[in-house]
């Protein structure tokens, strides 16, 4: 089992910066690609973010490319969104994912194994 701690969400206005980040723990070695969702009230959980184990192949979702940026340490099993130039429309609960099988299609959550708990992004315009 690997468990997932986010953390670094808050309040921010329209416009700032935040820095969301995930440490895996457990059975790491069975971590492949990792991605970032997040679900606003009312809708369904949206693909953000993923980066492949290897190689560091990223993949955004088109609301959030050139605004977000998705890294990942191996060394220190952690994964980090640095989310950019922040909209109101950003607002939402942030997870982070753990896929166990490799070369999976990054955008489905379908494919992930492993979850947190989930941080709260809210952004004031």
């Known amino acids: 089992q690997v468990q997932l701690v986010e953390s670094g969400g808050g309040l921010v206005q329209a416009g700032e910066s935040l820095r969301l980040s995930c440490a895996a723990s457990g059975r790491t070695s069975s971590m492949y690609t990792m991605g970032w969702f997040r679900q606003a009230p009312g809708k369904e959980r949206e693909f953000v973010a993923a980066?492949?184990?290897?190689?560091?192949?990223?993949y955004y979702a088109d609301s959030v490319k050139d605004r977000f940026i998705i890294s990942r340490n191996n060394a220190k099993n952690t994964v980090s969104l640095q989310m950019n130039s922040l909209k109101s429309e950003d607002t939402a609960v942030y997870y982070c994912a753990a896929a166990s099988s490799p070369n999976i299609g990054p955008r489905d959550p379908q494919f992930y194994h492993y979850w947190g708990q989930g941080t709260q992004v809210t952004v004031s315009s």
């Open positions: 980066i492949r184990s290897t190689g560091g192949m990223a």
